[in-house]
């Protein structure tokens, strides 16, 4: 069975730091990312790892996340720095398994499997 459980929410003041994590069990991934969802926001992209083992980060977290990655514990962390009260969401992780569409490895557009999710709460 598949499970993503992740960790290291919490509420800070604003310029401050967080470091999730998200354990990965019942499957190893290549495949991971972090996302988050504001109340009454659409979900979107935070950082992640990508089929090529690059990491991408949305343009409001570059310069201030940094995601790692361990591939004996099946983990993806995310530390963020600079905190904002924007930063506020519900930070999900998400995992999929690489498939080879003939010329590369890619990773699938929608990830198949989802943790619960950790708060993350910025107060200015």
């Known amino acids: 069975q598949v499970q993503l459980v992740e960790s290291g929410g919490g509420s800070v003041q604003a310029g401050g730091s967080l470091r999730l994590s998200c354990a990965a069990s019942?499957?190893?991934?290549?495949?991971m990312g972090w996302f988050r969802q504001a109340p009454g926001k659409e979900r979107e992209a935070v950082a992640g790892?990508?089929?090529?083992?690059?990491?991408y980060y949305a343009d409001f977290a570059k310069g201030r996340f940094t995601v790692s990655r361990d591939n004996v514990k099946n983990t993806l962390d995310l530390q963020m720095s600079s905190l904002k009260p924007e930063d506020t969401a519900m930070y999900y992780c998400a995992a999929d398994l690489r498939y080879y569409n003939g010329s590369r490895y890619v990773c699938p557009h929608e990830y198949k499997y989802w943790g619960q999710g950790t708060q993350v709460t910025v107060s200015s």
């Open positions: 019942g499957l190893s991934f290549i495949c």
């Open positions: 790892m990508d089929a090529d083992f690059s990491t």
